[in-house]
């Protein structure tokens, strides 16, 4: 896998992000992908509802949220965080199958969408465009593990 | 690199494992359903969705061809292809579900899994479709009508900076309607959006390219940044209205903004890396081949998955989360609800004898069998709200299987049936650990080692089996094995030489009783019992999980062959039907489920076998157990009431006073400060207000069928 310059928040810390998937594997796999652009993840939420309680407690800087899940799908989970909080970046993550969804969960709020199989360079690009002016890249490059 | 570390990249691939044959078996069923209607959208959108967990899934995993072949499916699976294809379509889908199956199974075993050529072409058969489009060079218009261009220069003339954008959209891009809307709420920021092509009614089904013109205060530097939306926009245009339009517009020339170049190279650099992902992948999977193969659970997971429930056909939309306590309030108020029926019915029995000739007697009858039923129905439903499949147990014994296995270096195979067997919430919580432990048991000390089944005549591997099934109002969970069975001799022995068994008891012990030792206290935490008869730390727990439960548990056990530990627990908890009877003039019950049937017999037809009162009932010679606790007590009419119930796979008779019948009873749980006895289990109350108390029969049996036992040894 390529490196990234560490994508950072303006004031040098990392980006923290809440993951919401309702398979384990997608959350994982894209939690790894930004821990290797220098994010944190401080949330992990397999359906809609935990989402809503995981942004309260932690407000995270970015969610990467799944469109279908058990429980409540990703759609509304987006509408409910964004109604609470207007200034919340939430990137939808799902595959071409649920156009209509994205196109709805971007009507309700959502920044950005990146079509799965997550790629990280794709991801990489759009967390840098939805965090726009309030993120920093650095010039160290991401560990190597 | 590696994301996963071995550990973890195992324990993913179990976990994938698992839920794609889940998966594969909801595929198997969707595309039998879409077979049958295959213009149900649906349908269509549930195996979609089930293929696409399958690629996500897949392709976290590290296995790309699996996720390939599920990514073209899932492209197939359209309803515009549905149309066109009709039942080809549903035949690709069952085509694929057995091409996956193979698949996976050539991964477990880390072989080169089939490429899959018959679905491959069947999908490209269905989406037969000129896939390659040139790239076409970014041609802006900006063709505004009249009254646009008005709205344009007016806004000029207010002072606003006003943009001509124009976005090409990114061939990759699949989605292109949600593209437009993303674009849609991009322009929205930059300012106000005085146009826009195409507009909301166009259908962007094959957009390529977007114009729009918006008026604000953002610079031209901002909203190119803004505008510049990686993987959906490839190429941007901005201009200033008035400037240039009309030039660009006329020569027709292709143009191309310098600011596009970087563009293209980000999407090339993009393409390019996704060409690179098989590398990543490799790194994933690499570190899953150093796993062990001790443990082969192919057979378990294949047979687990031809009667797996289809879990998601069950997982529709309209789920909803409620609080474990609602659920319990509601039930309480049913069981409050059931006792005021009993009320009812008693009231209504009162009248009747005392004005047998009213004509309201029988509109009261019609009326409460109405509500009666509804109550019926009312009950079920509650109770069923709280049922959860066994499978939510079981699923994690092939992980708990092969971890034992693996560490004491046997083969073991765990199979399981009648998962989808429901089970009540609480119930299936507090049978997790005792199962856990059984099994575990199974494998750690009723399965030989490899060796010895092969000098035993047994196939090296063995068999752990997990099954449930309905019995009557009980569920049965049953944990056996193939292995060695449990040694009786050796367990009484030891359960002698610890001073719980007395020789003379030794001497005429049951086989339950033998067998039934394990659960004792006292004798499962002796190691030496352990290794000899496989069985021990922990089995009274077992048995004091089982009690609370009001289940009961039971042994079968061949030496050579396996032993099976069969647990009934009842559907429920919370109300349960009875037999309600009197013994010395207090009223007790016994739930219906553990009696087998009600019989008369006179005093000579009782014998005395080894100190036990016993009567022969066609095969059977029942125990008898004098609840009034006097074996001579003079029956009514020379005769007595003989309840038989069934105690696990043993049967004993209660001889009992007067019985007074059946009825639903609410279980009311008996603090335990309330009550020191183990011997009730609960208590309820009836109609009329009695009291009375529900017998735990497991210690019942025990407590007294001992006292006999001692009593006859001493005399």
């Known amino acids: 896998m390529d490196q990234f310059p560490l994508l950072l928040r303006k004031d040098r810390k990392p980006i923290r992000y809440l993951v919401v998937d309702d398979s384990v594997f997608a959350r994982k796999n894209v939690a790894k992908m930004v821990e290797a652009f220098g994010g944190e993840i401080v949330g992990e939420a397999g359906d809609g509802c935990t989402a809503i309680t995981e942004y309260d407690r932690a407000t995270p800087d970015m969610v990467l949220m799944d469109i279908t899940m058990p429980q409540m799908e990703g759609i509304e989970a987006a509408e409910r965080i964004v109604r609470a909080h207007p200034q919340a970046r939430i990137v939808m993550v799902s595959s071409v199958g649920y156009q209509e969804n994205i196109v709805a969960a971007l009507q309700k709020g959502a920044r950005h969408f990146v079509q799965k199989p997550v790629k990280a360079e794709i991801l990489y690009e759009v967390i840098k465009y939805v965090m726009g002016d309030d993120a920093v890249m650095s010039t160290a490059v991401a560990q190597e593990s | ?715």
Not at chain 2, 38 to 59: F, I, M, Y
Request: hydrophobic share 45%; proline share 4%.
């Open chain 2, 1 to 715: 690199m590696n994301f996963f570390s071995d550990e973890r990249a195992a324990e993913m691939r179990d976990l994938f494992f698992e839920s794609a044959m889940e998966l594969l078996q909801s595929m198997n069923e969707v595309g039998l359903e879409l077979e049958k209607h295959p213009d149900n959208k649906e349908t269509l959108r549930d195996v979609r969705r089930t293929v696409h967990t399958l690629k996500g899934d897949s392709a976290a995993c590290g296995f790309q061809e699996l996720s390939d072949l599920a990514h073209q499916l899932e492209d197939a699976l359209t309803p515009e292809v549905a149309a066109k294809a009709g039942p080809a379509l549903a035949e690709a889908v069952l085509i694929a579900a057995d091409t996956f199956s193979s698949m996976l199974s050539a991964y477990r075993d880390k072989l080169q899994p089939p490429a899959g050529k018959e679905l491959h072409q069947q999908i490209l058969a269905l989406t037969s479709r000129p896939a390659s489009k040139v790239i076409p060079k970014l041609q802006a218009r900006f063709a505004w009508s009249e009254y646009e261009r008005l709205v344009i220069v007016d806004a000029q003339d207010r002072g606003e900076n006003v943009f001509n954008i124009a976005f090409s959209i990114d061939p990759h891009c699949p989605m292109r309607a949600a593209a437009m809307q993303l674009i849609r709420n991009v322009l929205q920021e930059c300012g106000r959006v005085l146009a826009i092509v195409p507009d909301q009614s166009t259908l962007t089904h094959d957009l390529d390219v977007v114009e729009a013109v918006v008026a604000g205060d953002k610079t031209q530097a901002w909203i190119e940044r803004k505008c510049r939306i990686p993987s959906v926009v490839s190429d941007l245009l901005i201009q200033v209205p008035g400037e240039k339009v009309a030039g660009e517009n006329g020569s027709g020339a292709p143009h191309k903004p310098e600011s596009s170049d970087d563009v293209l190279d980000i999407v090339e650099h993009v393409t390019s890396t996704l060409d690179a992902e098989p590398e990543l992948v490799q790194a994933i999977e690499r570190p899953t081949h150093k796993l062990p193969t001790a443990t082969r659970q192919e057979p378990a997971e294949a047979d687990a998955s031809q009667s797996l429930p289809n879990k998601f056909a069950a997982m529709n939309e309209n789920l909803l989360r409620v609080d474990a306590e609602r659920i319990d309030t509601v039930m309480n108020l049913v069981g409050e609800l059931i006792i005021a029926k009993s009320m009812l019915h008693q009231a209504a029995g009162e009248f009747d004898k005392r004005f047998p000739k009213d004509q309201l007697r029988m509109k009261f009858s019609d009326a409460m069998a109405f509500q009666a039923r509804i109550m019926n129905d009312l009950q079920k439903a509650v109770m069923k709200i709280r049922m959860v499949p066994v499978e939510h147990l079981f699923r994690r014994f092939p992980r708990v299987v092969r971890d034992v296995a693996k560490s004491c270096g046997k083969e073991v195979t765990l199979m399981i049936t009648g998962q989808d067997t429901d089970l009540d919430k609480s119930i299936l919580d507090m049978l997790a650990e005792p199962l856990a432990h059984l099994v575990r048991n199974s494998v750690d000390h009723g399965i030989e080692s490899p060796a010895e089944r092969i000098n035993a005549g047994k196939p090296a591997v063995g068999t752990v089996r997990l099954a449930a099934y309905h019995q009557g109002n009980q569920i049965v969970i049953e944990a056996g094995d193939d292995g060695r069975g449990i040694n009786r001799e050796r367990l009484v022995a030891k359960a002698m030489e610890r001073g719980i068994l007395t020789a003379a008891d030794a001497a005429t012990i049951g086989e339950h009783e033998a067998l039934n030792l394990i659960f004792h206290p006292g004798l499962s935490t002796a190691d030496e019992v352990t290794a000899i008869s496989g069985r021990g730390v922990g089995m009274d727990v077992v048995q004091a999980v089982l009690d609370r439960l009001k289940g009961t548990v039971s042994i079968r056990t061949t030496p050579g062959k396996g032993t099976t530990f069969q647990l009934k627990v009842p559907l429920t908890l919370a109300i349960i039907k009875a037999l309600l009877f009197r013994v010395a003039e207090r009223m007790y019950a016994v739930p219906l489920a553990a009696v087998v049937e009600i019989a008369r017999a006179s005093q000579s037809q009782v014998h005395r076998v080894d100190n036990h009162d016993v009567i022969q009932m066609r095969e059977d010679v029942l125990p008898l157990i004098y609840l009034g606790g006097n074996p001579q007590q003079p029956a009514v009419g020379g005769k007595m009431f003989i309840v038989v119930i069934a105690l696990g796979d043993r049967k004993f008779g209660l001889v009992v006073d007067r019985l007074v019948g059946e009825e639903e009873l609410v279980i009311k749980a008996l603090d335990d400060h309330l009550v020191a006895t183990d011997l009730v289990s609960g208590a309820s109350i009836l109609g009329d207000g009695t009291v009375v108390l529900i017998l735990n029969l497991s210690s019942v049996v025990s407590r007294l069928g001992k006292l006999q036992m001692t009593v006859g040894a001493t005399a």
